[in-house]
């Protein structure tokens, strides 16, 4: 194989790795904005001194109404269990005074 064959090889490779880790990425959530909010607002509503927080995206999309979907889950042992919560976030963007620019829904999906 000469040179020229070699570093053609080595370029058209090195491009399907990149493609392919493009692609891969492409369907992951690039940026979120509530993440810690979902978690300090469970947190502050059920949680323990001691709990383990797991937070997990369920959902977005940031078109004219931001709007992401979070399970959050407390565990704190055996003798105490643990809980599962799934908090909506909707961001209403910009509004005149006296109106509703956000709405928090915390919905109790499972526990022992």
Known sequence: MTQLNRTHTTLAVAATILLTTWFANAGEPKATLFRD????????LYGRPGDLVDVELKDMDHGANTREVWQVSLTNGAHTGSAIYEVHIDDKGAANEGEEVAQIRVIYVTGN
């Open 37 to 44: 909010l979902a978690q300090s607002t469970v947190q502050s």
